[in-house]
């Protein structure tokens, strides 16, 4: 069976670098990059992404090579993979409107997949929610207008006349506005949250994670923690699901970076699905050391 890597603490979550048809020959400085992140080197060297030179999704790498201190920024945007992989992205981001909603969670009209989440789901609103065939360009989106997640005070521009943006949602802030100025965790009808868990977006974008400390931990280097103001948090994350959620921009191959998982996978202290699994695929932990911080 296949090794699944997983990375607990991924140093670059560059996504694959926009070029034309044909590929980009390596950049002159990229042996200077590999002489300190020999790791990444190791992941890239021999890849189908070996000719992709790091300047492909990292800028400021010539100052950052003159002063280490100084980091260079990432792309995280998915347009840049569609350029070599048109396919995968028009059908990752296509809504499909033929396509009935599946039962999820607890059903708003129906008997749950599982009697428990009547009893454990019943009486919360959000259940009522979970009843739309959405693609992965809306996983963000579609969080921060939720009342149950920010209270209404992210607004739509121009109404719901996104929702037939089929194909080519992308940039959260290019379709929404904070109805509400500075970072205040208010609600902005009555009755609704004030703001939701800085941790719910490890499932909606990779935009935030080179800031994040494995777990969300708190740390004095990362600026993003569970504890930090949601508000601030969400103002940086403007992609939905990534390529780079499940591939690894430097060595093509598989990867899963969302930590809480990495942990459920891995976890030896109670028992699990996947540990108890006789199928389970064997995974292979890599750790590439500290984040962008």
């Given amino acids: 069976m296949t090794k699944m890597p997983l990375f607990p603490s991924v140093l670059a979550l560059a996504l694959i670098g926009y070029f034309g048809a044909s590929y980009a020959a390596p950049a002159q400085n990229d042996a200077n990059c590999t002489a300190c992140h020999s790791n990444i080197g190791t992941l890239h060297t021999g890849s189908k992404h070996a000719n992709l030179p790091c300047a492909t999704c990292h800028d400021g790498t010539a100052d950052h090579l003159k002063n280490p201190k100084t980091h260079p920024t990432v792309s995280m945007s998915p347009q840049q993979c569609s350029s070599c992989h048109p396919n995968q992205f028009e059908t990752m981001y296509k809504v499909n409107d033929h396509r009935i909603a599946r039962d999820s969670k607890k059903n708003l009209n129906n008997i749950s997949p599982n009697p428990f989440f009547d009893e454990a789901l019943g009486a919360h609103g959000f259940v009522k929610e979970h009843n739309l065939p959405r693609s992965h360009a809306y996983a963000a989106v579609d969080q921060f207008i939720a009342d149950r997640s920010f209270g209404g005070r992210f607004q739509p521009k121009e109404g719901w006349l996104f929702s037939g943006d089929n194909g080519g949602f992308f940039g959260v802030w290019e379709k929404i506005d904070d109805t509400i100025p500075g970072n205040a965790q208010k609600p902005h009808k009555p009755g609704t949250a004030a703001a939701a868990n800085p941790v719910c977006w490890t499932c909606k974008s990779t935009d935030v994670m080179m800031d994040w400390a494995y777990l969300g931990d708190p740390n004095t280097k990362a600026k993003w923690s569970r504890a930090s103001n949601p508000v601030d948090l969400v103002?940086?994350?403007?992609?939905?699901?990534?390529?780079?959620?499940?591939?690894?921009?430097?060595?093509?191959?598989?990867?899963?970076?969302?930590?809480?998982?990495?942990?459920?996978?891995?976890?030896?202290d109670y028992p699990t699905l996947y540990s108890e699994s006789a199928n389970k695929t064997p995974i292979d932990v890599k750790d590439m050391g500290l984040r962008g911080f």
């Fill in 235 to 268: 103002h940086n994350i403007n992609h939905a699901v990534n390529c780079n959620m499940c591939h690894d921009p430097h060595s093509a191959q598989p990867r899963i970076v969302r930590d809480a998982l990495i942990q459920a996978m891995t976890r030896t």
